[in-house]
């Protein structure tokens, strides 16, 4: 079982496979990936090099972003959290509840989410996502500002929740 196979089809192409390959295995649910290098593509000739590690960006939030992000919270009318398993894999499920209970806000979870807070704490929703009317059911129709925490929007899964 992984999470993601990919193939080598051509020889210049095996680093960025490789490349793809460690990223998946170590982003949100770290785990196993695979690539398959037929043998006719290993022994072929190549010039291809090892590509330049990607160095991560800084994670923490500049000033003028976190003062932009106040402004638009102090403006919510009816804002929702929406918490997903980022906020366990950085070990922040205190700091979620310090924000959600300094704020008020109520926090839903995603199924991948679940337990990030408390099922029994004054701010949760529930987890979502297994129902249809899941959204409005929980809100989420009537919220003027989402604040997503945990979330790596690279998955499409996760921009497409965002798009709605």
């Known amino acids: 079982m992984t999470k993601w196979v990919g193939t080598v089809t051509q020889a210049e192409a095996a680093a960025e496979v490789m490349r793809k390959a460690f990223k998946t295995?170590?982003?949100?649910?770290?785990?196993a990936t695979a690539v398959i290098v037929p043998e006719d593509v290993s022994a072929a000739p190549s010039q291809a090099r090892?590509?330049?590690?990607?160095?991560?960006?800084?994670?923490?939030?500049s000033s003028d972003q976190l003062k932009r992000a106040m402004a638009l919270l102090a403006t919510a009318k009816n804002p929702i959290v929406l918490a997903d398993p980022g906020v366990a894999r950085d070990h922040a499920e205190a700091a979620l509840?310090?924000?959600a209970e300094a704020l008020d806000l109520p926090v839903a979870t995603t199924f991948?989410?679940?337990?990030?807070l408390p099922a029994d704490h004054a701010n949760a929703l529930g987890t979502i996502g297994f129902m249809e009317h899941d959204y409005s059911n929980f809100g989420f129709d009537?919220?003027?500002?989402v604040?997503?925490?945990?979330?790596?929007?690279?998955?499409s899964q996760e921009r497409d929740f965002f798009v709605r």
């Open 50 to 61: 090892p590509l330049k590690i990607n160095l991560p960006r800084d994670t923490e939030p």
């Open 142 to 145: 009537a919220a003027d500002q």
């Open 112 to 116: 991948a989410g679940k337990g990030v």
């Open 25 to 31: 295995a170590q982003t949100e649910r770290p785990g």
């Open 97 to 99: 509840q310090r924000f």
């Open 147 to 155: 604040i997503a925490i945990g979330y790596d929007l690279g998955c």
